[in-house]
C-alpha cells in the first residue's frame, strides 16, 4: 500500500545552521503537502504546507519544495532556534479517497546552543 | 472557539476492561481522525470519517470501534483493553476535501495506560 518515507529520523544541528527533513512517497493522488510541529506532551500544529501547482513556499525562516517528478517534499529551516527543538511531520492522502490521511514516521530534531 | 477538545487527557485501565475517548470540535469540520502515537513513534491513522455518517478503517483499526455521534463528535471505543493499547490517542479534524485547505487540527491528546 501507499506510505510515505521521512528521514532523517532524529537531526542535531548547532544553533544558527540550517536543517533539511524530506519525505517521498510511491504514489500519490494529493495536491496538499503539509509539514507539521509537535512540541513536547502537545498535539501537532501546521506549520507550513505546499499546493502541487507550487514548486516552494517560504514564510520566514522556513519553507517547504516540492518535487512532483521525483515524489518528494522537503522542509527547510534556517537560522534555527532552540524553540525549534520539536518532532516534525509530514503527511499524506494515500489514494483516490479525500480524506484518509498518513504520516511520516517524523524527524526530531535538537538544537545544540 | 475550542477546536478540539479529548476528554479524558488521562486514563488508567486494566486489561480487558472498556472505555470510549470523546472527542468533539466546534470548527464545522466534516472530516475527523483518531491517531495513536507510541513512546518515540509516529502517528498511526486508527479510523476516520470522511463526514457525518461514514467511517473508514486506518491503518492501526485492530481492537477499536468508532462512532461519528453527529458532525461535532467523533468517539473511540476500546472494548478489551490490552497493554499493547498503551498510548497517546489524538483526535483531529478536517474541513474537508471540498476546503481549500487540507489542514489537520489536533486535540491535545489522551494519554492511555492499560496494565
Known amino acids: 500500500g501507499e506510505n510515505v518515507e521521512q528521514h532523517p529520523s532524529t537531526l542535531s544541528v548547532q544553533e544558527g545552521d540550517s536543517a533539511v527533513i524530506k519525505c517521498t512517497y510511491s504514489d500519490s493522488a494529493s495536491n496538499y503537502f503539509p509539514w507539521y510541529k509537535q512540541e513536547l506532551g502537545k498535539g501537532p500544529q501546521l506549520i507550513i504546507d505546499i499546493r502541487s501547482n507550487v514548486g516552494e513556499k517560504k514564510d520566514q525562516r522556513i519553507a517547504v519544495t516540492l518535487n512532483k517528478t521525483a515524489k518528494h517534499f522537503s522542509l527547510h529551516i534556517t537560522e534555527t532556534q532552540p524553540e525549534d527543538s520539536a518532532v516534525y511531520f509530514c503527511?499524506?492522502?494515500?489514494?483516490?479517497?479525500?480524506?484518509?490521511?498518513?504520516f511520516g514516521s517524523g524527524t526530531r530534531l535538537s538544537i545544540r546552543p | 472557539n475550542a477546536g478540539v477538545t479529548q476528554t479524558p487527557k488521562f486514563q488508567v485501565l486494566k486489561t480487558g476492561q472498556s472505555m470510549t475517548l470523546q472527542c468533539a470540535q466546534d470548527?464545522?469540520?466534516?472530516?475527523m481522525y483518531w491517531y495513536r502515537q507510541d513512546p518515540g513513534m509516529g502517528l498511526r491513522l486508527i479510523y476516520y470519517s470522511a463526514s457525518e455518517g461514514t467511517t473508514d478503517k486506518g491503518e492501526v483499526p485492530n481492537g477499536y470501534n468508532v462512532s461519528r455521534l453527529n458532525k461535532r463528535e467523533f468517539s473511540l471505543r476500546l472494548e478489551s483493553a490490552a497493554p499493547s493499547q498503551t498510548s497517546v490517542y489524538f483526535c483531529a479534524s478536517r474541513a474537508g476535501f471540498l476546503a481549500n485547505t487540507g489542514e489537520l487540527f489536533f486535540g491535545e491528546g489522551s494519554r492511555l495506560t492499560v496494565l
Open positions: 470548527m464545522n469540520h466534516n472530516s
Open positions: 503527511d499524506l492522502k494515500p489514494d483516490s479517497s479525500a480524506s484518509k490521511i498518513i
